[in-house]
């Protein structure tokens, strides 16, 4: 398939646009992309005339919910948090996500092509997140990367969801105790299976335990922590468990991180995954709740990616959220680049979504305009090479 005679919104580091170029796919993954004089016409091309529109990578969403919870079902489709134990790293976003929930296609309709989701924040560790297409019928032939991220909470949801059942933690001290217990077995776990596997004549290897076996990828660097924190203190419990620990870790939500930046700008982390903005004060949390904070956290040097946290904010709605932070005071580049290139590189994903690159998914959206005009919809929205019947 061709792209012809459009122009290129790239989003790739150096923020390419081709005024008048083209796209050639093959299969799932772009082939080409150049100006429209270097232009060749192969007999199998299927030729898609863009005259007068732009391309833009397919969206990303960096954290929602999408399948966890069904469409309109209540507590039948409710899949999200596992509340029947505080520690629950062995959870897997896949089991639970069902591609036929409504609010796929609704995505797809908003040009989004990929997202992060996963299990819910009531739980200290609530599981492992994937990173999936959009479109598909099987999770397993969805999957960009799962495990993509271990899913942390902190502050206010696993108090009142353990409150509630006389159990602990029902205090923040608790919560972080909980963590620190549990990775601190789970690294012990993870050195004796090494000593073990390096020395198998002199040492025992441990019993199989599979909380501890999913906590493995973080000490190994191949997948960071999420950690769900709005509060100050409590972003600051997340870099204070990840510098003890040495693993990689994203803050999500991050309300508080617009009051704190001049600290967060030290710290080594991989990026913050902010927002949804579009939402009410509706826990004591949210007390500085402001859409101006993806604005003010981007310029000051830190990696952010705009996010819906679907179904708090539905996930058709990630462009209007770009383009409030927008009329905040956030760059519109670099808003743009917080729904796709920045989003992916922050979730470690980049390598085959988020910008328009030859190699890369050939996820592309085809806009009679900006995507963060509210008026635009996509008149076009293809995935992995696919072009989506969208309405």
Known sequence: MVIKNVEIHTMDKDNTVIERGYIRTDGSKITQIGEMSFFNRFNKDEVINGEGMRAYPGLIDAHTHLGMYGD???????????????VMPHLRAIDAINPL?????????????????????????????AAIKTYGKRIDKMII??????????????????????????????????????????????????SYEADKENYDCPEYDAKYESLIPLFQKEI????????????????????????????VHATDAYLICEELAEENMLGILSGPILTDR?????????????????????????????????????????????????????????????????CGISDRVGSLEVGKDADIILYNGSPLNIMNKPEKVIINGIIMDIK
């Open 101 to 129: 929930d409504r609010y796929f296609e609704e995505a797809r309709n908003a040009g989004i092509t990929t997202v992060i989701t996963g299990p819910g924040s009531a739980d200290a560790i609530s599981g492992q997140l």
């Open 282 to 346: 509706s826990k004591p949390e949210l007390l500085h709740l402001t859409p101006k904070s993806t604005g003010i956290i981007s310029k000051n040097g830190i990696k952010t990616a705009i996010i819906t946290d679907h179904p708090e904010t539905p996930i058709q709605y990630l462009t209007l959220c770009a383009a409030v932070a927008v009329r905040e005071g956030m760059d519109k580049t670099t808003a743009l680049k917080s729904i796709t290139s920045t989003a992916a590189e922050i």
């Open 145 to 194: 990367k799962a495990p993509v991220a271990m899913k942390f909470a902190l502050g206010e949801n696993p108090k009142v969801t353990f409150s509630d059942k006389d159990q602990s933690p029902i205090t923040r001290m608790a919560t972080a105790a909980l963590i620190r217990e549990t990775l601190k077995k789970a690294k012990k776990y993870y050195l004796d299976k090494k």
């Open 72 to 86: 309109s079902t209540g507590f039948e489709g409710d899949d999200g948090n596992e509340d029947s134990d505080p």
């Open 224 to 251: 960071p922590a999420h950690f769900h924190a709005h509060r100050a203190d409590d972003i600051f419990t997340a870099v204070r468990i990840s510098r003890e620990f040495d693993i990689d870790y994203v803050l």
